[in-house]
Nanobody, 120 residues
Framework: QVKLVESGGGLVQSGDSLRLSCAAS????????MGWYRQAPGKERELVAV???????NYADSVKGRFTISGDNARKTVFLEMNTLKPEDTAVYYC??????????????WGQGTLVTVSS
């Protein structure tokens, strides 16, 4: 069974920085992509950033230039460096892995979420 555990959320002020981490445990053979999503109150979950095998990345327009995603496939860990945070970045942040298990099964796994609150 593959499980993701996130950490790093919290309450910060506008303009501050936070670093989120997400580590996977379980029998992962290879990772296709690692991503961060967020869901604000009353809104749908949206993609924040994704990093694919090979290192290519994509970001939501709202976070370009402020957030940086990085990953360590060997350690099955993904990070999201968030700078110049704004109140509108307030949300529960979820990580997601798309991976292949040791048994050859493709799966997509979500973390439990970590709350980021940015006060003005």
């Amino acid at each position: 069974q593959v499980k993701l555990v996130e950490s790093g959320g919290g309450l910060v002020q506008s303009g501050d920085s936070l670093r989120l981490s997400c580590a996977a445990s379980g029998s992962i053979f290879s990772i296709n992509s690692m991503g961060w999503y967020r869901q604000a109150p009353g809104k749908e979950r949206e993609l924040v950033a994704v990093i694919r095998r090979g290192g290519s990345t994509n970001y939501a327009d709202s976070v370009k230039g402020r957030f940086t995603i990085s990953g360590d496939n060997a350690r099955k860990t993904v990070f999201l460096e968030m700078n110049t945070l704004k109140p509108e970045d307030t949300a529960v942040y979820y990580c997601k892995f798309a991976a292949v298990t040791d048994a050859g099964r493709y799966l997509e796994v979500w973390g439990q979420g970590t709350l980021v609150t940015v006060s003005s």
